[in-house]
């Protein structure tokens, strides 16, 4: 079963290599569980930000040129001479670890056939580093595998994972700034609902949930500086809500089982890796798949202007309280028709059209008050508000 499912995913993406996830993807996911489209897509491995290039509807998110240079630089000092930044940070949160902290980068080479291979290598070393319980371990880049919808994905290996005394810690580097021990409130609950994505990820690698802790090493520059510090951050909440809304996730087989048979997304990449496929045709497959647009998507979904495009004239366009405060009614035009009852509502939306008719009323009311006072205004004071004339008797 697998094996078919993989070989659909594989049809979906086409020729191209396969995109991975990584936390960011995972912590969107789950914040827009209902949206099939993202879920096959990313499950697939299509190439979001390029299809959404492709079909003219780009995206404009992601990191400025500024945010990733420093970023790297960052990163690059934390790793220079042999990791010795990191193993002062680590050992500053640990003082009883060894001196020495053992390192190991499992960065791979390209090559994406080998990924089995490479997660079972990863697997193996960070689980024999905890069951032997030995000095301490830092690993760099290892793979590590989530069930997504039903689905084993492996995530992008953009973390640090810290062995010491049996448990196993996700290292999160960052670029926002902690001034005066005060960081972006935002920022830091990001990291952490991304952190909460790997550690699941690093629980069902290691087979054992008690292996790695609620926790995560949060590292970011310190003030304005490009001094690092590293914060202890608990992450229970974010692990619990992570892990309820991956359950919430429709299993991908029942999404693929849905699908034409022959549907698919390959982007007809040619030697140079630029799309060739006609757009349309992208745009009719994608069609197919059944997208949950809210304005949210725009921060975190590289669909989000095809989608936004696609939901207009819809509720949805409007936001989540928007719609969910309309009861599931699908379009603006039948708010509006029911709101001013020129539309018969059907049995079930009833009492909503009710409603709406009662505040169409008072917004009616409102707007004809407002310009009766404008009016008012614009004659002077009324007769009955004017201060007495003085000298009157
Ligand atoms: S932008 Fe589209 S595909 Fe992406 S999560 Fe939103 S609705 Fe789904």
């Not at 070989?7 to 993406?13: D, K, T, V, W």
């Not at 936390?23 to 697939?44: E, H, K, M, Q, W």
């Not at 914060?231 to 992570?242: E, K």
């Not at 009852?341 to 008719?357: I, K, N």
């Amino acid at each position: 079963m697998q094996n078919d499912t993989d070989a659909r995913l594989r049809r979906i993406r086409g020729s191209a290599r396969p995109t991975r996830h990584n936390a960011r993807t995972i912590a969107a996911l789950t914040g827009n569980p209902g949206c099939s489209r993202r879920t096959i897509v990313d499950t697939a491995g299509v190439d979001k930000e390029k299809l959404a290039r492709h079909i003219g509807f780009p995206s404009r998110f992601g990191q400025s040129e500024f945010a990733i240079t420093r970023t790297n630089a960052f990163q690059t000092l934390l790793r220079a001479d042999d990791y010795a930044e990191l193993t002062r940070l680590l050992r500053e949160v640990f003082p009883e670890a060894p001196e020495q902290i053992q390192y190991l980068d499992l960065e791979a080479t390209d090559n994406t056939d080998a990924q089995d291979q490479r997660y079972a290598r990863d697997q193996a070393l960070i689980s024999q580093a905890i069951a032997g319980n030995t000095g301490a371990t830092l690993f760099d880049h290892p793979l590590l595998s989530l069930n997504v919808a039903g689905q084993n994905v492996y995530l992008e290996p953009e973390l640090l994972v810290f062995q010491y005394g049996g448990s196993a810690y996700v290292v999160q580097v960052r670029s926002f700034a902690v001034i005066d021990g005060q960081a972006n409130g935002e920022n830091v609950g990001q990291a952490a609902l991304q952190a909460a994505g790997y550690v699941l990820a690093l629980r069902q690698t290691l087979g054992n949930p008690d292996a790695a802790p609620p926790e995560v090493l949060l590292i970011c520059p310190k003030d304005f500086s490009n001094v690092p510090t590293i914060t202890r951050l608990d992450i229970r909440w974010q692990l619990i809500a992570v892990e309820y809304q991956l359950d919430r996730l429709t299993h991908i087989d029942t999404l693929l089982d849905a699908l034409p048979p022959h549907l698919n997304l390959d982007l007809g990449l040619d030697a140079s890796g630029n799309p060739t496929r006609p757009a349309t045709e992208l745009i009719d497959a994608l069609r197919h798949l059944p997208a949950r647009y809210f304005p949210e998507c725009l921060s975190n979904c590289d669909l989000a202007f095809f989608c936004r495009h696609e939901a207009t004239g819809h509720t949805a366009a409007l936001g989540r309280s928007v719609r969910e405060e309309l009861g599931g009614i699908e379009t603006i035009a039948e708010v509006l028709g029911f709101a001013e009852g020129t539309v018969a509502p059907p049995e079930e939306w009833d009492e909503a059209a009710a409603l709406l008719r009662g505040a169409a009323w008072l917004y009616a009311e409102s707007v004809a008050a407002a310009a009766y006072s404008g009016e008012s205004a614009a004659l002077g004071p009324s007769r009955d508000s004017r201060e007495p004339e003085r000298g009157v008797s």
